[in-house]
Each structure stands twice: as C-alpha cells, then as structure tokens.
C-alpha cells in the first residue's frame, strides 16, 4: 500500500514538475526580454504597459476556462495557465530595472561601437539584473498557483489530482503532506533565488 501510495506521489510530482517548470521558463524566457524592450522603448511601453498591469491586477482564475477552449483539457493548457500567472511580474520588474539604470552606462557602450543587441546582453539586462530576478522570484510564487489551479480546473493530474482524490475521501494526513511538500519545494525555489539576488545587488550601486 506504502509502495503504492509513493509511485503515485512520485507520478504527481513529475506530472506539477514539468507543467511549473516548463510554465515558468517560458515566462522568463519572454517576460525578460519584453520588459527590457518596454524599458528601452517608449513606444513599446505606451502599447504594452496598461496590458501587462491589466493582467497583473485581474482575476487570472476566471480566465482558465478561455485556456481550456483554445487549447484543450491536457497539459499544454496546465503550462499556459502557469506561464499566464508568472509572466506578467517578471515583465514588470524587468522594465522597472532597466528604467532605473545610469543611462551614461548606455552612453559610454554606444560610444564604443556596441550594437543595440551588444547593449541589451551586455549592458541593460546585468545592469537590471537585481530587479529581473526579484521578477522572477514573484513569477516562481504566483507559478506554483497557476499550475495547481490548472491542474484542479483544466485537468485533473499530478498535485491537483492528490487534493481532490484526498479531499474527497477525507484522508487529511495525506493531504496536509501534500500540502507541506508543495509549500516546501515553493519556499526552497524562493529563497534561492532570494538569495541569488543579494549576491548580485551590488550591480545596483554601479548604475
């Protein structure tokens, strides 16, 4: 029964680790450069700024029946949900970062012959480097409750499946571990990358 009841942990796991992990990486992997693009551009940001607090601030719960019409009861919908909780705060700091930089940094690269792209790599994304990766720590927290709601919503797998299977039978001791491994491994991931961020805060007073 023990054996039984691990294997199927170990499966819900797997299942909660590769829609947040996948959500998430594609959150920072376009949440990043399109902050940094807002904060460069104020074109760009006049366009795109009232779409990103919009999402920010609205119920993102109420917007995971559209997911499961546009793409379906599996997991890519579970993925995309959590990319849609995470996304939006890392763009937001991600723009905040580059908003704060000395633009005599800039300057002095443009001054050198450094191409736009040279700037954005090597100047503006290290220099705001602090602020992206408070983004990404917040993106990391509101991700874990993307990918439980689209997993108890969407479709019933990994750890949404264990708190309505153990919910359902009353089988509370499994459930409040489910719940504390889940807050543990959301705990971990934060302050790592809290910690990640202290160490690299003295890019701040260089700008």
Same mark, same amino acid.
């Given at each position: ?17 590769? #829609?947040?992990?996948?959500?998430? &990486?594609? %959150?920072?992997?376009?949440? @990043?450069?399109? =902050?940094?693009?807002? !904060?460069?551009? /104020? ?75 040279? #700037?954005?790599?090597?100047?503006? &994304?290290? %220099?705001?480097?602090?602020? @992206?990766?408070? =983004?990404?720590?917040? !993106?990391?927290? /509101? ?65």
């Amino acid at each position: 029964m023990q054996i039984g009841t691990t294997k199927v942990f170990l499966k819900a796991l797997t299942e909660t680790g590769y #829609a947040f992990f996948t959500g998430t &990486f594609i %959150a920072i992997a376009v949440g @990043i450069p399109v =902050g940094i693009l807002m !904060g460069k551009s /104020r074109l760009i940001d006049e366009l795109l700024l009232p779409w990103v607090n919009m999402f920010l601030s609205a119920p993102l719960t109420a917007l995971v029946p559209v997911m499961m019409v546009l793409f379906g009861f599996g997991m890519k919908a579970i993925v995309l949900t959590t990319t849609l909780f995470a996304i939006w705060i890392i763009v937001l700091n991600s723009r905040a970062g580059v908003l704060h930089i000395n633009r005599s940094l800039v300057e002095m690269a443009h001054s050198f012959g450094a191409s736009p792209m040279d #700037a954005v790599l090597k100047v503006y &994304f290290w %220099a705001a480097l602090p602020e @992206i990766l408070s =983004g990404v720590r917040i !993106g990391f927290i /509101r991700g874990v409750k993307g990918v439980i709601i689209g997993q108890l919503l969407i479709s019933i797998v990994g750890f949404g499946a264990l708190f309505e299977l153990y919910s359902g039978q009353f089988l509370m001791k499994h459930f409040w571990a489910v719940l504390i491994v889940l807050f543990g491994v959301s705990f971990t991931i934060a302050e790592f990358l809290a910690h990640l961020q202290r160490k690299v805060a003295y890019y701040a007073a260089q700008r």
